[in-house]
């Protein structure tokens, strides 16, 4: 699917389904209120309205159905009836799981997507998810014929009347932002380094009229940056520190985003075992989404002042690799002492947040990484933890969250009660917790917070995505078919993060 393109339309047109395969998907309440006079010329000669009505009774979702209308060229797919409190009520994972499975082979294809206004944008980024650009298969690169999927959207509900061109350009930048996060993460680092990330944030700028600030290598040792120099000196290729900023006229507050971009995470001298270090090309995860939101951000008209850090690093091992037991002096001012090198991503942000509070002159600091294995036990797999500060911004984060599919929940914020896990008889705080079953998500979090002080007035929202980076599946061929089956993220080449940018396009459009 790396060779898909994928276009939002306000009318896909009518075709034969044979000559145009067609999936039509959306909640059986919601598809048995589209119109055959809708359907018709997209279905006909192959399908007749009875077999369409017919189609339409057989399904019965548990959570999910769906009911071939023609061969393998038209299908009608059901998302779940009802979701709880704590998903979203687009069912995007559903829709991305639906559109694997269910969607007919061809070149070019046409998705039918059937569900209220407020829930378009959830699904078209779910949609996204269904179409990694990335593949190395060595088929893929034989197939030089470029295909298309064509999106309609057929809105019910009370608001349903047309899709504005407004909302077409919303979700064509939203989902390329997905679509270029995942493309990063996929991306192993053989191929996706520094450097390699470096090309792609400078891409992105010129392509939005902003030229980069990059801090590299032995310049940021001199300019005081000892955790992303720490954790990167080791490898061949230099850690960088590099800013994209979108200076609007008018603007009324600054806002900073903070990705960790560990481009590929060995643990460093405390090494990960064999099981735990393959798919840490992903540890990158929160860089890539923030460079897949700014992108999708800035093309939208973002009206206030907005700054992507990304804090790039190898966390690799050699002669020069950070110690247990040495003590790097962070761009805040404080020195840590490292009792565990695998604990790299806090040290990498703290110098970002530090960095976009000090230099940026940030209001609003939101950080995202892929920070704790404990994060996926706090919340799971499908859902990112949040901690911050403002309780408002907990609760905003949580509904852009369900508005967007990109699930997020709430950690403890409790800083007299877990800070102290730090403690340092040497320093002004350790990197790693004492005792990890005291919170050690929110733990992690705070360390990063305390680089810019816990007393500090601006809103500081970190966002943990360890579990949901890993949480999508990349889809098999099946040799010898057309057709193919999804694989669990533990046997998968790649996984394209759900938590990503869709979740910061819509605390954007909120």
């Not at 919340?379 to 309780?391: D, F, P, Q, R």
């Amino acid at each position: 699917m790396a060779n898909v393109g994928l276009q939002f339309r306000a009318s896909a047109g009518d075709a034969d389904p044979q000559s145009r395969p067609l999936l039509l998907l959306g909640q059986l309440h919601h598809l048995h209120r589209v119109p055959w006079s809708h359907v018709r010329g997209k279905l006909l000669p192959r399908v007749t309205e009875e077999l369409w009505q017919a189609a339409l009774s057989t399904l019965n979702p548990s959570p999910t159905d769906s009911c071939p209308l023609y061969l393998n060229y038209a299908t009608v797919a059901a998302l779940p009836s009802r979701v709880s409190r704590h998903n979203s009520p687009s069912a995007a994972h559903f829709v991305t799981r639906l559109v694997r499975t269910c969607l007919p082979p061809g070149t070019h294809r046409c998705i039918l997507m059937v569900c209220e206004r407020s829930d378009a944008f959830a699904s078209a980024c779910a949609l996204a998810r269904a179409f990694p650009l990335f593949t190395q298969r060595s088929g893929a690169s034989r197939r030089l014929e470029k295909k298309t999927v064509t999106v309609e959207f057929f809105l019910v509900g009370q608001d349903n009347g047309p899709v504005e061109v407004s909302t077409l350009q919303c979700l064509t930048s939203a989902t390329e932002g997905v679509r270029l996060a995942a493309r990063i993460v996929d991306t192993p680092c053989s191929e996706m380094n520094t450097d390699t990330f470096l090309e792609e944030i400078k891409k992105v700028g010129k392509e939005l009229g902003i030229v980069p600030t990059v801090i590299r290598d032995e310049e940021l040792k001199t300019r005081g940056f000892g955790g992303i120099y720490g954790v990167g000196k080791a490898a061949l290729h230099p850690p960088a520190l590099a800013v994209l900023s979108h200076t609007p006229d008018g603007a009324t507050q600054t806002i900073a985003w903070v990705g960790k971009g560990i481009v590929y995470d060995t643990g460093g001298l405390s090494m990960k075992g064999k099981t735990t270090m393959p798919g840490m090309k992903r540890d990158c995860g929160g860089a890539a989404a923030v460079l897949g939101a700014f992108r999708a951000a800035v093309k939208q008209g973002f009206k206030d002042t907005l700054h992507a850090v990304f804090c790039l690093a190898e966390n690799s091992v050699g002669p020069s690799a950070t110690r247990p037991d040495d003590i790097h002096l962070l761009y805040s001012g404080k020195t840590v002492e490292i009792n565990n090198t695998d604990a790299e991503g806090r040290l990498v942000l703290a110098d970002g947040v530090s960095y976009a509070c000090k230099d940026l002159g940030a209001d609003i600091i939101l950080d995202i990484a892929t920070l704790t294995g404990a994060q996926g036990i706090a919340t799971g797999k499908y859902h990112a933890a949040v901690l911050t500060n403002s309780a408002e911004w907990e609760a905003a984060c949580a509904k852009a969250g369900r508005q967007c599919g990109d699930l997020v929940h709430p950690l403890v914020y409790c800083p007299e009660l877990h800070f102290s896990e730090f403690t340092s008889a040497v320093a002004d705080m350790k990197n790693s917790v004492a005792d990890r079953d005291n919170g050690p998500s929110s733990c992690a979090g705070l360390f990063i917070a305390s680089h810019i002080g816990f007393d500090w007035p601006g809103v500081w929202v970190h966002l943990d995505i360890a579990a949901p980076v890993h949480a999508a599946v990349r889809w098999t061929p099946r040799r010898g078919t057309r057709r193919g089956t999804p694989r669990s993220a533990g046997s998968c080449d790649a996984a394209a993060p759900p938590g990503d940018a869709g979740l910061f396009t819509s605390l954007c459009t909120d």
